[in-house]
């Protein structure tokens, strides 16, 4: 397989594990322990002067991604993949309009688009992999949405990657706008 799509197979388990290791952080402070750590204060201060880069990065890449996979390797996309494309597009152009101009309301424009499209790739995701989904899919005329063209670590395949992406724009943007004064 392409070492374009391998690569981003292994960004997205990056991400993926950057996610969990933010929600065990995120729950063991509401539980009350104490996660004073030099390194983890600093990996938050780093995220909350570049969460618009970092986000715009992760659109960024996504967005690459998709039109390489279509474009490139000549890969039909479905009718969900049309969907979550076109709510991760326009992320790049609203994330790099927020950086240029130093906008903070950012997550105003962006939060709507990922919270839709979480559940579109999550719904996708589940076409793929379990059978009770499949029958819901594309129309016979177009790629089916059962098509899984490319599937790494036994779980990653382009609905999951568009997924990791939308929930990590999603939290950088949720977590480090709403923190701005």
Known sequence: MSAVIAGLSYATLLVQLLLL????????RKAGFDLSNRYLEQAEELLYQWYRETAFLVATVATSGSLYMSQILGWEPCLMCWYQRILIYPMVVLLGVAIVLRKDDVSDYVMPLAMIGIPIAAYHYM???LDQFQDAGCSVLSVSCETTYTFYFGYISIPMMALTAMIAILVLVWRFSSTES
Do not use: E, K, M, T
């Not at 290791?21 to 063991?28: D, E, N, Q, R, S």
């Open 21 to 28: 290791i933010g929600l065990a952080v995120f729950i063991g």
């Open 127 to 129: 076409i793929q992999r």
